[in-house]
């Protein structure tokens, strides 16, 4: 076997064209900026730039070449050309002869070769077509479909659809060869290698069976138990489970089952934070009587997991309400509450995605305390690479066909195309435990729905109406990819898009499947403060934009831009923002909700505070996840924020930027995805006064129930006095499950006086969660009040991890850790962008420590120096006596001590 990695490129049919070197995976864009041919389009508006734009409209030519030793004295040989990944449309031409077209980047080719056809030195080309102009001609021909983002030629291609741009993405429809090319020369070979679990109802026992799809040399398989096979499975801590050899007739055309294995109380894997993700491994060698050495050998890592995604009716929450569903998974028996992010792909130019990259994005997911990432359908079929990991973390993956807001054709030549590709897909990602469901589509159904003369009938089931409507892809989303999945996968859950409701109903509809919930953002633009009101069953999609940090903003524009030109509203700042309408609506929920300033450091920090606000406590994943409830009723089965990354630098709704710098929002979601998460909001029953009631609920994803006490204080936000404290207990939340624990109820409100509710969960005096309610909007705190009193002391630096506890006098909203001397990316920080009360200190772990980092703070309103407040101040105790109102009505009269500061002379 050769691995054919060194290319050299050029435009196709322009004589003289200048060769370019490259090596396997590449694309033509990345391939020209690295040989500094073309200047980095990523920078200001360079995207639009002619010598950037033309490349797509070029065929372009791939060369190499590779040795072949005819050896007359070898057995015989079957050869093949393996390309596992060309994007897209391409000619294989083996020493000027076609062998092979390509019109499909996510199926490979394997293309036989015949002895004559090789020589000493082969040159191996490949022609691509310019993707843009061939689905240009598809369309001509086949009409043109509907869609949001990209140009509707698009939807003709199998190709990655954010190639054409995105509402967060540039467009560089490139072409390549993105993954391994290799010239195979073998007797017989393992095509593939399955392993089928099965689990018994209690867990206690795992069925392993092994499949094995061969190839190779017919008469190597003639005589029964010439060829045979050894199966070794080996435990998670690397000792051998067992060792068979299987010596029955094999045959060419379908699987081979070679093994049967009962394991007793196998170790299950599980996502993190439910469990441990355990990998057994399997490694099976084909050999012959005749051959020394082994024919073949494939191996791979495996997780024992049953997931089930739970659909059952849910308990009528009011008389009037719709009836609901649930929509949760269960590992292995455990509910698990979902948390975690869309994936899109992580560079516009996939040859740049590497091992290392995926592991420091899906670590990073993981310090994140979530456990899930949606492979969004714009995209790829990740590499392996991913999925492994995947395994390895414990990261749940809803995996997304590569279908994307739009109407697809459905011409036979194209279905066939596509169920290849399905099943190509099914096959390989089918051993990784991490993939929980597969889902036919992003929001095509939604697409569909917004527009009636596409014909989409939700209810008609009858076939031959969808392929004869303009929304032909029901075909494939609920005939060939359900079947390629059930062929290939049985057992696995599928559902023909995301968003999706079953039973005819709406694909948004909120009481039954996932939701898409993009009414705050898009669709109505509701408040964020609402979010808890547009709870789906699952929210597999919401979000809100966020500028990405300082340093990020900087390096979308040209150096030596004047500093002048560097402003939040610049012509380059826009080209880096991709969402229609994107101005409008930061505006928008900037001016509803915060005094900020215009200057870049203030404005990044304001747009930062409100994605952070959208997508945190008291909003979106703290309503959301207060609705996991117990087994039985499960209203929300979890919450995936759009998105996690970005593919270029890039105003979008990432909470991580292209750069690996995480946005406030990370942290924020962090500390909602936490295992034990208090809530805290304000239900203000007077707006005048801002009276208010203050109800507690708490949220538990861990096995063990979570007992402690609830401490409530209430602070005058301008001097950090305490208004109210209150203490109830001991509560419990109960192991993996949410629970209302009480409310504070008739907390007076006073004009001027804004009052700033924390709350605190102590277990044996130790607060193992905390959070705080801030009166809305932002905007109308007094900024003209004492100094905050922000501290930042460093505790300790030991072995490059420092912690530094922070704290402040006042209560202070969202106060961002700023590091100096050094690149935010390489640093592992615990948590940041806090808000902080009097009493309560937030330790925050630096991992990547060293000499020379500083750490400074910006926080909401801290371009206001505040009052210096070193004045004398009277203080006066009062006490009065309140009623709390305990979950199930219990009653409790507790005394409540007032404390009144005034400054002397005042
Ligand atoms: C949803 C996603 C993406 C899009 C995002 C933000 O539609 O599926 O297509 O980028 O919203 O608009």
């Known amino acids: 076997m050769v691995q054919i990695q060194e290319w050299t490129i050029s435009v196709f049919g322009s004589d003289g064209a200048p060769e370019t070197a490259t090596r396997v995976p590449f694309d033509v864009h990345s391939t020209l900026i690295a040989s500094g041919a073309l200047a980095d389009p990523f920078v200001g508006t360079r995207e ?40 897209t449309v391409a000619e294989v031409f083996l020493n000027g002869v076609s062998v092979a077209k390509s019109n499909n980047m996510f199926v490979p080719l394997r293309i036989p070769v015949s002895k004559e056809q090789l020589k000493d030195e082969n040159v191996v080309e490949v022609i691509f077509e310019s993707a843009t102009a061939v689905a240009k001609a598809l369309e001509e021909t086949h009409g043109a479909g509907r869609l949001w983002n990209g140009d509707s030629s698009r939807l003709h291609l199998r190709k990655t659809q954010y190639h054409w741009g995105w509402d967060w993405g540039p467009t560089f429809v490139t072409c390549g060869i993105w993954k391994d090319v290799r010239f195979e020369s073998f007797q017989a070979r393992i095509a593939d290698l399955n392993t089928i679990i099965e689990l018994n109802d209690s867990l206690t026992e795992a069925t392993v069976k092994v499949e094995l799809e061969v190839e190779g040399i017919a008469s190597l398989f003639s005589v029964p138990g010439e060829t045979s096979a050894v199966i070794a499975i080996e435990n998670p801590d690397g000792s051998s489970l067992v060792t068979e050899s299987f010596n029955q007739q094999f045959s060419l055309q379908e699987n081979n089952v070679i ?44 997780g024992i997991r049953r997931v089930k995604l739970v659909e059952t009716p849910l308990p009528q929450k009011s008389p009037a309400g719709p009836s609901q569903t649930s929509f949760y998974f269960e590992v292995n028996d455990r509910p698990v509450l979902l948390g975690g992010s869309n994936w899109i792909p992580a560079d516009s130019f996939l040859a740049r995605v590497t091992r290392d990259k995926y592991e420091r994005w899906l670590r990073l997911l993981i310090q994140g305390n979530q456990n899930t990432a949606r492979v969004w359908g714009g995209g790829i079929y990740e590499h392996d690479a991913f999925y492994e990991l995947c395994d390895e973390l414990g990261i749940l993956v809803w995996q997304d066909f590569m279908f994307a807001c739009g109407s697809y054709p459905s011409y036979p030549e194209f279905v066939q195309n596509v169920d290849a590709e399905a099943r190509a897909t099914v096959k390989r990602l089918r051993k990784y435990a991490s993939i929980a469901i597969f889902t036919g589509n992003n929001e095509d159904y939604q697409l ?6 596409l014909g989409y009938q939700p209810g008609n089931d009858d076939e031959k109406q969808w392929l004869s409507s303009k ?34 109903k709406a694909s948004g509809d909120l009481n039954t499947g996932d939701a898409h919930q993009w009414n705050v953002w898009h669709g109505t633009q509701e408040r964020y403060q609402d979010y808890g009101k547009l709870a789906g069953r699952f929210v597999s999609e919401f979000g809100m934009e966020g500028y990405p940090v300082v340093e990020t903003v900087k390096a979308f524009f040209e150096p030596g831009t004047p500093a002048a030109e560097i402003h939040p509203f610049s012509a380059v700042v826009d080209h880096h923002n991709k969402a229609d309408g994107a101005a409008r609506r930061i505006g928008l929920y900037m001016a509803e909700n915060l005094r900020f300033g215009t200057n870049l450091e203030e404005f990044v920090y304001a747009s930062q505070l409100i994605q952070s606000e959208a997508l945190s406590a008291a909003t979106s994943y703290g309503q959301w996840r207060r609705e996991w409830g117990s087994d039985e009723d499960r209203r929300v089965g979890g919450a995936l924020v759009w998105q996690l990354n970005d593919c270029w630098p890039v105003v979008s709704w990432a909470i991580v930027d292209y750069f690996y710098r995480p946005k406030p929002a990370y942290y924020s979601i962090k500390r909602q995805l936490a295992p034990i998460v208090l809530g805290i909001s304000r239900k203000v029953t007077n707006k005048k006064t801002g009276a208010s009631d203050a109800e507690v609920w708490g949220v538990n994803i861990t096995d063990d129930d979570a007992i402690g006490t609830i401490v409530f204080e209430s602070f005058d936000y301008a001097t950090g006095h305490v208004l109210v404290e209150k203490e109830w207990g001991p509560v419990t939340i109960p192991a993996n499950s949410s629970i209302e624990l009480g409310s504070v109820e008739g907390l007076e409100g006073k004009r001027g006086v804004y009052q700033i509710f924390s709350v605190q969960f102590k277990t044996d005096g130790k607060v193992v969660s905390s959070a705080s309610d801030w009166p809305q909007p932002l905007k109308h705190l007094p900024v ?68 020379g980092i500083t750490a400074d ?25 309140s009623t709390v109102f305990i979950a199930g009505g219990a009653v409790k009269t507790t005394t409540v001590k007032r404390t009144v500061y005034t400054v002397v002379g005042e």
């Not at 006098?809 to 640093?827: C, H, Q, S, Y």
């Open 857 to 881: 703070k910006i926080f909401y309103n801290s371009d206001f120096p505040g009052i210096e407040a070193e004045k004398v101040w009277n203080k006066t105790v009062s006490t009065t006596t």
């Open 471 to 504: 929304f032909p892809a029901r075909y494939i989303y609920e005939k060939i990819l359900p079947k390629a999945v059930s062929d290939l996968w049985p057992g696995t859950a599928y559902k023909p898009g995301s968003p999706w409701s079953s039973g005819g």
């Open 784 to 851: 003209s009040v004492p100094t905050r009193g922000v501290k930042i002391e460093q505790v300790s630096v030991e072995a490059n991890v420092a912690v530094l506890r922070v704290s402040a006098a006042r209560p202070t909203k969202a106060v961002w850790l700023k590091f100096g001397g050094i690149d935010e990316a390489d640093l592992i920080v615990s948590d940041n962008f806090v808000d902080l009360v009097p009493g309560q200190v937030v330790d925050v772990v630096v991992k990547g420590w060293r000499q």
């Open 259 to 302: 093994l049967t294995h009962k394991i007793a109380n196998p170790k299950l894997w599980y996502p993190v934070g439910a469990g441990a993700q355990p990998l057994y491994k399997i490694t099976a060698t084909l050999l012959h009587t005749s051959v020394p050495n082994p024919l073949s050998i494939e191996s791979h890592k495996f």
């Open 448 to 453: 569909a729905e917004s527009l009636p003369e």
């Open 48 to 87: 639009f730039d002619p010598a950037t734009e033309e490349l797509a409209g070029f065929k372009w030519k791939a060369v190499a070449r590779f040795a072949f030793v005819a050896n007359a004295a070898e057995p015989e040989l079957l050869h093949v050309l393996a390309f596992d990944g060309l994007d």
